[in-house]
């Protein structure tokens, strides 16, 4: 029986389960999205298995650290934006969320790096990895930017294009049968040659390219989550990774609708400026024509600072 | 108001809240003792304030880790034993617990060293402490211990014990006093003398001693709360952090039956042995008789092996 | 001998070590600080005792990152900003440094927040503390601000200021006048009383007040020190935690010139503006003349952002 | 130029470097070891980039916790013993070493999986990988373990074995240069075909499997190391990741000959025994003929036991 197959009655069963009464704090709007699978590329998919607090917990924990003193602070919202807006971080950590994912091995080893989480990964040194790889899309199959030395740029004719997909579902499917072939082992978990050995998993593996799927629970406190979103759900993100983080911005809003709107207002929608960056914008303000010349930033910052001003 | 009071009114309102449904795991031995103060010390408490996962969320997440392979594995206990006794710790992580503790600043102190855990503090920046201090009980009053420079040894006589009380309490009495002068505030909020201005909050709690009560909210992991436990439920541990620790092993004995068995089996109840320790019992058990002389060992280790085979 | 007199004699021991060769990246204007003690408020000191790296260990694990296709950026100052600027926070990793600090206890609550770092702090459970606490110079005794809860307004009278210190230095001096009788120790070592047990040394200390030094080493990282330094070198911080980030920026600045020069443009000199205050910005270059009511800001944030921009 | 080419001239020059001088604390078995690349595996080595402190600053540390009071200690073998045995770590962590590592990505997977850690990986996105990838020795060619589901059974007969070691190279090579043609690339850096554009590096590079070499800066304090040790030079780890581990255990016994000794004598040599096994071993002792089946431990636990005991 293959993963997908033993997954998606473990899902069923838990989408069957009735609820139960809890005096945590809870959230409907969350609630209804647990355990469901919410399809990312073309194998992949994120499930909310389980969280702890909400909106009102961030409050609580802030209330406590400021006291008594504070029961004034009008309300829920704008003790929230004021929190978001001073990086006062601690109380985001007082909530707690766990996925369940599946993933390519590529965008697996980028998301890794985010070391303040907690991670149960598949093991294929146990068990077998399914055939299941990712192919882009066409339309994802840009050439390399040449302006940044990273990223993408213009989508590839349709001829290379289809021509490097052919590449590499050809050799994934191939790596795949050798995979197989190597672990003397058919899908339905019988030896191809009863003679044969086998060898060991935690070697053959070694074969397999990093498109293939792997999977994972991995638990964040929302801080951290933020911190990972504001990186990843960012256009600098390889494309890929950025499918997680914006289905994983939607589970966000759901559950800290709060929280979302402030992270929206003055993380993803700000910027940072540099000292010189405000010079900048001052004396623009004082009527005076800057330009990159005058300005003392560098080609880059100043294209950069432009563009945050509307002004490209 | 004092926090107290106010307290009181919350914790009242939360323990009157319905429960609503939730399709969380779910562990009623715990629910039952949700937002309820635990008496700790004379005027401390720990509360549960939220937790996520169960004994099963760690067999969740380690089946994710061995894969359908090990579907086989007969049980959850089984599994969970195994799991401790190889010290696989990540799955443990997949749980989640948050206290609510009012504790003395000295324990706190203890208490913050432990650094993978979140943490919201009441600050005396922003809010007044209340006069509450802590005095030991006159059987926790030891002498210093002289065979390892550290904790405590025989009880004072009971004159010395009521001196120390004595000197501990008008002391720490003084203190508030002064610290409210400094404040220039009485404790309904209301000015001592309208003339004026009162010492910022920041600097007037300096004057408060180690013993008086601070409160935070502490949210941990399964995996690093056993590490605590392991550290500060230990009779080498300072007996008022111990306190705490104590009530916390009752928690986890409630909230994750299983772990907390396998814990007590394979952690608490176990001992570490040197390689030479090894090579004293091997010796032993082929018959001879070692003395701390013939086994290379120091006086320290040997008598500490002797004790670990109860032959003290 | 006290602590101090005992320090004094190893920090000498340490000046007049004479150097050896090694093949580590060194920085010489940091090797000429190493050991020294910088004095810091009135009995606390900030000393170097080790580090590793420096500006070029930040290049070198850049260009590991970016592979032999960065070659050509132009130089490392260069690469050094754009990390800065782009928050690539893992080259400054790379480089480590070490400090021993002795500082007021309740000035160690606030820093050991920062849980990234490695601590090993002076146990009073061990040894015994020394009869020094920190009062505050009369020009540092404010009043508790009004407009924001925290933090210090107008400096007290100095009638009011001179009692204050009395009170402070006094409840000092009877704290630990007590904590020595309790331990029934004078400050040679010997016993008061012959007759008396004394209490355990971890109890007594609950007597001291939160201005007694405590002292510790700390170990962190150069992206987190950094870290550190913009949420305590801020206006915002506490002035007696603020009085230590200051001497650490000086080692910075020193240690890492070409990143401490980033870190002051893009991070200490920069600011974080939210959609909101970038749209406000946008109007006033268009020529709009926006007034807080037609900005869709609150008053606070209104203000905040016309300090930003130098139009207080 | 391939980054291997590249890496020997940076590495040439590095060893080329005169010492300087430095009054930090310098250990002459570690500084003649910096910089070389030690070979592990087929194509991959470590390198010891940098460190700070050694054994006399785990001591200096240790020192400061217990204050004055501990000055008697004999000396610092024992003092570090001591900590060892009582799992004092923090002043371990007041070490730290810089490796420079050249490891298979499937290695890298595993290795990440530690979180204390600093990182600076070689980046696909930004740069091209060389044609390097691991083949196993014919003698590490096993079968799966059937015991534990984990692990290598007995080695392939020589036909199986060749024929593996062909289909990996094979599939490894296609890969390579489906991945140069997709990026539309010669090892020259030159064009392959100047009509197309060339798919991202981002992308082109899920194409390449496994068993391709990495590279990474790996930065961490010496506790952490010692637990990475303690679990990854470990029969039960992947021979592949040992390879490594096995390596760094010279380095640290060159670096820290103290720690290192404690370490293999409490960790390495050592053993965890649980509440029923000291249980059997109080009653070995005692005289009685203790077997499995009376043992209360289950057949595992059973033969893990007299394993440790030697009694296998």
Redesign the interface.
């Given at each position: 029986?293959s993963?997908t197959v033993?997954q998606l009655a473990e899902i069923n069963a838990?989408l069957a389960?009735d609820?139960?009464?809890?005096?945590?704090?809870?959230v409907p709007a969350l609630?209804s999205l647990?355990?469901q699978p919410l399809p990312v590329l073309d194998h992949g998919f994120l499930r909310v298995?389980?969280?702890?607090?909400g909106d009102e917990?961030v409050v609580?924990?802030?209330r406590?650290?400021?006291?008594?003193?504070?029961?004034r602070v009008s309300e829920d919202a704008g003790l929230i934006r004021y929190l978001m807006?001073h990086r006062h971080s601690?109380?985001f950590?007082?909530c707690?969320i766990?996925f369940?994912v599946k993933l390519?091995?590529?965008v697996?080893?980028q998301w890794?790096?985010h070391?303040?989480a907690?991670?149960?990964?598949?093991?294929?040194?146990?068990?077998?990895l399914d055939r299941e790889f990712?192919l882009?899309k066409a339309e994802?199959?840009?050439?390399?930017?040449t302006d940044n030395?990273?990223?993408?740029?213009?989508t590839?004719?349709p001829a290379?294009a289809a021509w490097?997909l052919d590449?590499?579902r050809r050799?994934?499917e191939?790596?795949y049968t050798?995979y197989e072939?190597?672990?003397n082992r058919r899908e339905d978990g019988s030896d191809i040659d009863p003679q044969?050995?086998?060898?060991?998993?935690?070697?053959a593996?070694?074969?397999?390219?990093?498109?293939y799927y792997t999977?994972?629970?991995w638990?964040i406190?929302l801080h951290n989550l933020l911190h990972f979103l504001s990186l990843r759900a960012d256009p600098h993100a390889?494309y890929e990774i950025r499918a997680y983080a914006d289905v994983m911005l939607d589970v966000v809003a759901r559950w800290v609708p709060l929280v979302f709107e402030a992270f929206?207002?003055?993380r993803?929608?700000?910027?940072?400026?540099?000292?010189?960056?405000?010079t900048v914008?001052?004396r623009?303000?004082a009527g005076e024509a800057v330009t990159q010349e005058t300005s003392g930033l560098?080609g880059r910052?100043w294209r950069e600072l432009m563009a945050?001003?509307?002004?490209e």
């Open positions: 029986m993963t033993a838990a389960t609820p139960v009464p809890t005096r945590r704090v809870t609630e647990l355990y298995i389980d969280y702890m607090g917990a609580q924990a802030a406590v650290s400021y006291g008594r003193g504070t029961r807006r601690t109380p950590e007082m707690e766990k369940h390519p091995i590529f697996a080893r890794i790096r070391r303040t907690n991670v149960n990964e598949y093991s294929a040194r146990y068990s077998v990712y882009p994802q199959l840009c050439a390399q930017a030395r990273q990223g993408r740029d213009a590839l004719a290379e490097v590449l590499l050799d994934a191939t790596a050798h072939e190597m672990l044969r050995a086998g060898l060991a998993r935690e070697l593996r070694i074969n397999l390219s990093l498109n999977q994972w629970y638990k406190d390889q929206r207002d003055y993803l929608g700000g910027a940072h400026l540099s000292a010189m960056g405000l914008i001052r623009l303000l560098g910052e945050v001003l509307g002004r």
